[in-house]
C-alpha cells in the first residue's frame, strides 16, 4: 500500500503521551480557517516556494516537464498551480531548499523504517503518531504501519479530526494505543462554516471512539470570537460528559505558525484579524469548564 506522506518529524513532545515520532499524512476532509499545517489538505503532491529561501539564481527554470514554474531574471519564479502536478522536478536543482514537494509517496515499510531510526528516542515513553491531514483517510496504510510498530513494542496513536468513514476509524482503533481526537464546534452550521463541512460524522465517531476503550485525550482548538463563547463550551462540555468516560479537554490556543505554509502555496491566509488568545482568557475557559464539571488543560 503506498500513500502520500507531507513529512516525518521526530523528537515531538506535543502529539502524543511522551516523545513521539509524528508522521504526517497528506489529505484532509475539512478546511478549517485556523489550519496550521495547509499543506497537509489536498490529497495531491504539491510544490511550495519559501520565497525568504530563494536567491533568484534561476536554476528551477526550464527543469519542470508541465511548463508549470515559471521564471523571468531577477524575479521569484511563479507556480501555475492548474499545471503543477507535484512531480518534484523543479525541488531536486534548489540548491537553497527554497522549492518545497508538500507529498512524497510511500509506503507503510518505507515508512516504517524512517520512524523505527527514532527509537531510541522514545523507546522509553513515547512512539509514533499519525497526523495529518487526517490519518483515517488513508486507513490501510496507516494499519499496515500499525501492525509494523506493534509487532516491534511500539506505542500507537493517532491523531483526527474524526472525519473520515466509521469504517475507517474502526479499522485503525484495534491497532491503536492512543486517540488524540478535535471537537472544534458544537453548532453545526458554525462548523461548516469555518471547516466547510458539518459536525454530524465527527461527533458521531467521537462516541464510537469513546466507546471502543482506546484511550483518548478530547482537544479543542480555542479561535477567539469563533468557539470560545459560553454557548459552545457548555455545549462541548455536554457532548463530553455524555461519552461515558471520564469527560476532559485539552484547548489548543489559536497561533499563526502556520502562515508561511499558506503563502508558500500562493494562499490566502483564512484568519488575519484573529489574535492569539491571552492567558487570562484562557484561564477563564478552563475554570468555564471546570464549572460543568469537565476537566480542562491548556496544550504547550
Same mark, same amino acid.
Request: hydrophobic share 35%.
Given at each position: 500500500?503506498?500513500?502520500?506522506?507531507?513529512?516525518?518529524?521526530?523528537?515531538?513532545?506535543?502529539?502524543?503521551?511522551?516523545?513521539?515520532?509524528?508522521?504526517?499524512?497528506?489529505?484532509?476532509?475539512?478546511?478549517?480557517?485556523?489550519?496550521?499545517?495547509?499543506?497537509?489538505?489536498?490529497?495531491?503532491?504539491?510544490?511550495?516556494?519559501?520565497?525568504?529561501?530563494?536567491?533568484?539564481?534561476?536554476?528551477?527554470?526550464?527543469?519542470?516537464?508541465?511548463?508549470?514554474?515559471?521564471?523571468?531574471?531577477?524575479?521569484?519564479?511563479?507556480?501555475?498551480?492548474?499545471?503543477?502536478?507535484?512531480?518534484?522536478?523543479?525541488?531536486?536543482?534548489?540548491?537553497?531548499?527554497?522549492?518545497?514537494?508538500?507529498?512524497?509517496?510511500?509506503?507503510?515499510?518505507?515508512?516504517?523504517?524512517?520512524?523505527?531510526?527514532?527509537?531510541?528516542?522514545?523507546?522509553?515513553?513515547?512512539?509514533?503518531?499519525?497526523?495529518?491531514?487526517?490519518?483515517?483517510?488513508?486507513?490501510?496504510?496507516?494499519?499496515?504501519?500499525?501492525?509494523?510498530?506493534?509487532?516491534?513494542?511500539? =506505542?500507537?496513536?493517532?491523531?483526527?479530526?474524526?472525519?473520515?468513514?466509521?469504517?475507517?476509524?474502526?479499522?485503525?482503533?484495534?491497532?491503536?494505543?492512543?486517540?488524540?481526537?478535535?471537537?472544534?464546534?458544537?453548532?453545526?452550521?458554525?462548523?461548516?462554516?469555518?471547516?466547510?463541512?458539518?459536525?454530524?460524522?465527527?461527533?458521531?465517531?467521537?462516541?464510537?471512539?469513546?466507546?471502543?476503550?482506546?484511550?483518548?485525550?478530547?482537544?479543542?482548538?480555542?479561535?477567539?470570537?469563533?468557539?470560545?463563547?459560553?454557548?459552545?463550551?457548555?455545549?462541548?462540555?455536554?457532548?463530553?460528559?455524555?461519552?461515558?468516560?471520564?469527560?476532559?479537554?485539552?484547548?489548543?490556543?489559536? =497561533?499563526?505558525?502556520?502562515?508561511?505554509?499558506?503563502?508558500?502555496?500562493?494562499?490566502?491566509?483564512?484568519?488575519?484579524?484573529?489574535?492569539?488568545?491571552?492567558?487570562? =482568557?484562557?484561564?477563564?475557559?478552563?475554570?468555564?469548564?471546570?464549572?460543568?464539571?469537565?476537566?480542562?488543560?491548556?496544550?504547550?
Amino acid at each position: 500500500m503506498v500513500g502520500l506522506v507531507t513529512n516525518i518529524q521526530g523528537y515531538s513532545i506535543h502529539d502524543g503521551p511522551g516523545i513521539r515520532t509524528v508522521v504526517f499524512m497528506k489529505g484532509c476532509g475539512l478546511e478549517c480557517g485556523w489550519c496550521s499545517n495547509p499543506e497537509c489538505i489536498s490529497p495531491h503532491a504539491e510544490i511550495g516556494l519559501v520565497k525568504a529561501l530563494c536567491t533568484i539564481c534561476g536554476k528551477c527554470a526550464g527543469v519542470c516537464p508541465n511548463d508549470a514554474l515559471v521564471y523571468e531574471e531577477g524575479k521569484l519564479p511563479v507556480i501555475d498551480r492548474a499545471r503543477c502536478n507535484g512531480c518534484g522536478e523543479c525541488v531536486d536543482v534548489c540548491s537553497y531548499r527554497a522549492l518545497v514537494l508538500y507529498g512524497k509517496p510511500m509506503t507503510a515499510e518505507e515508512i516504517y523504517d524512517a520512524v523505527e531510526r527514532d527509537k531510541m528516542f522514545y523507546e522509553a515513553s513515547g512512539g509514533v503518531t499519525v497526523s495529518g491531514g487526517e490519518a483515517l483517510l488513508q486507513p490501510q496504510l496507516v494499519c499496515e504501519l500499525f501492525e509494523k510498530c506493534r509487532k516491534d513494542g511500539i =506505542h500507537t496513536c493517532i491523531e483526527t479530526s474524526g472525519c473520515a468513514t466509521e469504517s475507517a476509524l474502526k479499522q485503525v482503533l484495534p491497532l491503536t494505543d492512543y486517540v488524540l481526537y478535535d471537537i472544534k464546534h458544537m453548532n453545526s452550521d458554525k462548523h461548516c462554516e469555518y471547516t466547510g463541512k458539518t459536525n454530524k460524522l465527527i461527533l458521531s465517531n467521537a462516541r464510537a471512539t469513546a466507546a471502543s476503550g482506546v484511550a483518548t485525550l478530547f482537544r479543542m482548538p480555542l479561535i477567539p470570537g469563533i468557539n470560545d463563547n459560553t454557548q459552545n463550551i457548555k455545549e462541548t462540555a455536554d457532548f463530553l460528559k455524555g461519552l461515558g468516560i471520564a469527560p476532559h479537554v485539552e484547548l489548543m490556543p489559536y =497561533h499563526r505558525l502556520g502562515k508561511g505554509k499558506y503563502e508558500s502555496l500562493d494562499k490566502k491566509y483564512p484568519l488575519p484579524d484573529i489574535l492569539q488568545p491571552e492567558p487570562q =482568557h484562557l484561564e477563564s475557559i478552563v475554570k468555564a469548564f471546570e464549572s460543568y464539571g469537565v476537566e480542562c488543560t491548556i496544550s504547550k
